[in-house]
């Protein structure tokens, strides 16, 4: 049996299904990544992706190999910690008697399993202090599900994908009367460009990239470039109107 190995996988789908993709990256054995891939998955679930970004993992790595998975999906942890032994105990129905969504991929988890010593750990998901393999697999599967291209050490690319920076949540506004300042008419806002004479925001608050990323237009930005908050993502400022459309 190997020592412990330090892994983390994650699927996206923009949209629900929408085009989706999945990621696994590996660390070495000081804990820093090593080798990544991520495919896309044409038009399908968040479920879909997160249960084949497992089974491609699972797949990469040897037979009786010790690995932790990170994971930030409760569904693809529960669907083969608590709940595959009972799908399995009913031909492969579910409590209710339905058929096992994701079958297949279920089924085919459930076969690597048999002869890898895996141990999940469940990591939450876009938090400044989260994990770091996480952030980098929910990055790579992003970027499959847009791109629709597949990707990794494998393919050639020698750079590991750099997260784009999450932000912890903004402090409470203060209540009217509490000692909260009214803004002076004309005044900029603090998030963003202001609309003269009426201080309301005209765009995005922009920040400056700590790394490289990719828009959720499918255009990479540089460290250094300005970036806004875009739903979930962070991007072009310019391409808030697409992503909103």
Same mark, same amino acid.
């Given at each position: 049996m190997s020592d412990r190995i330090?892994?983390?996988?994650?699927?996206?789908?923009? @949209?629900? $299904?929408?085009?989706a993709g999945w990621a696994w990256v590996i660390a070495d054995a000081a @804990?820093? $990544?090593?080798r990544w891939e991520a495919g896309p998955l044409g038009r399908a679930t968040n479920n879909v992706g997160e249960l084949t970004a497992l089974h491609r993992l699972l797949?990469?790595?040897a037979p009786g190999t010790s690995v932790e998975v990170r994971m930030d999906s409760?569904?693809?942890?529960?669907?083969v910690t608590q709940w595959l032994p009972n799908w399995k105990r009913n031909g492969w129905r579910t409590a209710a008697g339905?058929?096992?969504a994701n079958q297949e991929l279920v089924r085919g988890i459930d076969a690597l399993l048999a002869d890898r010593d895996v141990e999940f750990r469940y990591v939450p998901a876009h938090r400044v202090d989260g994990d770091p393999l996480n952030a980098i697999a929910d990055q790579a599967a992003s970027d499959a599900a847009v791109t629709q291209q597949a990707a990794g050490t494998a393919h050639g690319a020698a750079l590991i994908p750099v997260p784009a920076p999450e932000r912890s949540a903004p402090a409470p506004r203060p209540?009217?009367?509490t000692g909260a300042r009214k803004r002076p008419a004309g005044a900029?806002?603090?998030?963003?460009?202001g609309d003269p004479g009426t201080g309301r925001r005209s765009g995005p608050r922009t920040i400056k990239?700590?790394?490289?990323?990719?828009?959720p237009c499918g255009r990479s930005y540089a460290a250094g470039e300005s970036i806004a908050k875009l739903g979930t993502r962070w991007g072009h400022p310019g391409c808030e109107a697409a992503v909103a459309g």
């Open positions: 330090i892994a983390a996988c994650d699927g996206a789908a923009k @949209g629900n $299904p929408g085009p @804990g820093r $990544p090593e797949e990469a790595v409760q569904y693809a942890m529960k669907a339905k058929p096992v209540r009217s009367g900029a806002s603090a998030t963003g460009a990239a700590k790394f490289r990323g990719t828009c």
